[in-house]
């Protein structure tokens, strides 16, 4: 607890945590103004930015560096694929896409992304999930994919410690003052980023106990519902990274397929098939034109652009100190081709097809047998999952198993952080003890508790965004540090490829 940046993160966050509770009002004005100027002035860096990213990985894949290991020359993979690609779904999607899946494309489909195109129509149905595609597709996974390849190749190829500030050293130096400012940066961010996704799992889980049991929304459940999986993720960390996280990353796969197994057949089978295809489609299409779009010669100023994408970048950058770190922790052995394909192409694949499973089910709904969950979804977004389950058959069953889904993904998703904000606090230690877990874990509910109190959805959104408009720096500082790196890997790797040829 003498580490200088678990001091000083820890400290600015129960800070905020005293402030917000004291005066949430406050706090979310604050935030909100914050959130106001940040978007207005910077949401034209966020895009550019994360799009460099999706290039850089993807030259980067098909370049000769494409096949040097993130470890050892020799290594294997540490976990089977299923597992893997597990855990990466539920450390960077954690409980944020069971919340939108639904909610996002009705919201599209209610108040559409363009102000020529009329509302709960055909055409807002299609851009609605092509414009959901493209959130949760690659771009998003590109900004965790730059984290992660750069602090697994530290870790694991040239044994150092997986640190933020030890992956900008060949930028930055060794300063000891610049080094902790930038950890901490790291952490603050981190934290910002999971009492985010806490935040809205909560929100739906209160959303869903109401429909269910008709429990009320309130703030009140929502503190209750978070003290209760605090308890539960702190024990899930007190196991370690081999038991707690493998064991429900695997029961959030296997639940994740259940549902989406049952909905797909419920479902709009055929429809669901067809938005499937051609949402793909339309995300092909339309990837560079949504990657840069902003809004300068229209009224308004972009509301919806910064309400929906640059919230989304904003967030996954916040996100990405965690992710990228677990998604590192996990990747030992894979080659880099191999990690970057796998990162950016199967989880936003599974992304897109829940969307069009369980969006493409509500939407059907609202065009073809005149329900009105786009409305509902309107009203309480919360509600969005929910309300679709009414229409399906054994909705009851359905809504105590997405409940569960919501609970164990957020138990995953809160216990991989406390492993990784402690090992940032511990000059990267892959074992930190367990009471700077428990610390981190207190910390992160009581930022996600504040939040709710100061403004909900809203609070949770502009935290996010604010907190990660710095470290947008840091990562673009990454892939120069990287390409630094991997330059000096060449020689080393063209004397393997010989070595290989002679055998």
């Known amino acids: 607890m003498k580490n200088p940046v678990f001091f000083i993160s820890a400290s600015v966050i129960s800070i905020l945590v005293v402030i917000g509770a004291v005066n949430p009002e406050g706090f979310g004005s604050v935030a909100t103004t914050l959130f106001g100027f940040t978007t207005k002035n910077f949401g034209w860096f966020y895009l550019i930015s994360v799009f460099g990213f999706v290039i850089f990985l993807g030259a980067l894949a098909l370049s000769k560096y494409g096949k040097i290991k993130i470890g050892p020359p020799d290594s294997e993979p540490e976990y089977p694929f299923f597992t893997w690609i597990g855990m990466l779904f539920s450390a960077g999607f954690g409980a944020g896409l069971v919340f939108w899946g639904v909610a996002e494309p009705m919201s599209h489909f209610f108040t559409t992304p363009f102000n020529t195109l009329d509302a709960q129509t055909e055409e807002a149905a299609r851009i609605s999930m092509g414009y959901s595609f493209f959130h949760w597709g690659i771009n998003q996974w590109s900004v965790f994919a730059i984290v992660g390849l750069l602090i697994g190749f530290l870790q694991f190829r040239q044994n150092k410690s997986g640190l933020i500030s030890t992956a900008l050293e060949p930028v930055l130096g060794k300063n000891k003052g610049v080094k902790t400012f930038i950890d901490s940066l790291a952490v603050i961010a981190t934290v910002m980023g999971i009492a985010t996704s806490l935040g809205l799992g909560i929100l739906q889980m209160n959303g869903g106990l109401k429909a269910v049991f008709d429990v009320p929304n309130n703030t009140t459940i929502q503190l209750a519902i978070t003290a209760v999986l605090l308890v539960l993720y702190l024990a899930s960390s007190s196991t370690g990274l081999n038991k707690g996280i493998k064991w429900l990353s695997n029961v959030n796969l296997g639940l994740c397929m259940v549902l989406l197994a049952f909905v797909f057949i419920a479902g709009p089978t055929v429809f669901i098939l067809n938005t499937f295809t051609l949402g793909l489609g339309d995300y092909i299409t339309n990837f560079v034109g949504y990657s840069l779009r902003l809004t300068p010669y229209e009224d308004g ?26 998604v590192a922790r996990v990747s030992r052995g894979r080659s880099i081709r191999e990690f970057i394909f796998g990162v950016l192409i199967v989880p936003p694949l599974i992304a ?68 990784i904000l402690a090992s940032m606090t511990t000059n990267g230690s892959l074992t930190p003890p367990l009471i700077i877990k428990i610390v981190w874990g207190v910390l992160m509910a009581a930022i996600a508790g504040v939040l709710l109190l100061a403004g909900g959805l809203n609070a949770l959104q502009t935290a996010s965004l604010v907190s990660a408009l710095p470290f947008t720096i840091v990562i673009i500082l990454f892939v120069y540090a990287f390409t630094k790196m991997i330059r000096k890997e060449e020689p080393a790797q063209q004397k393997i490829e010989q070595h290989r040829k002679a055998r």
């Not at 509301?303 to 770190?325: K, N």
């Open 301 to 326: 100023g972009g509301s919806w652009l910064r309400e929906w994408t640059i919230f989304y970048w904003a967030w996954v950058i916040a996100w990405s100190p965690f992710v990228g770190t677990f």
């Open 352 to 419: 897109c097809l829940w969307i069009a499973t369980f969006g493409g089910t509500a939407l059907n709904s609202d065009l073809n047998n005149g329900t009105n969950i786009a409305e509902a979804v309107n009203n309480d977004v919360t509600l969005a999952l929910f309300e679709t389950y009414q229409h399906l058959p054994m909705t009851g069953v359905l809504s105590i198993l997405s409940i569960l889904l919501i609970a164990t993904f957020l138990i995953t998703s809160a216990d991989s952080a406390t492993y």
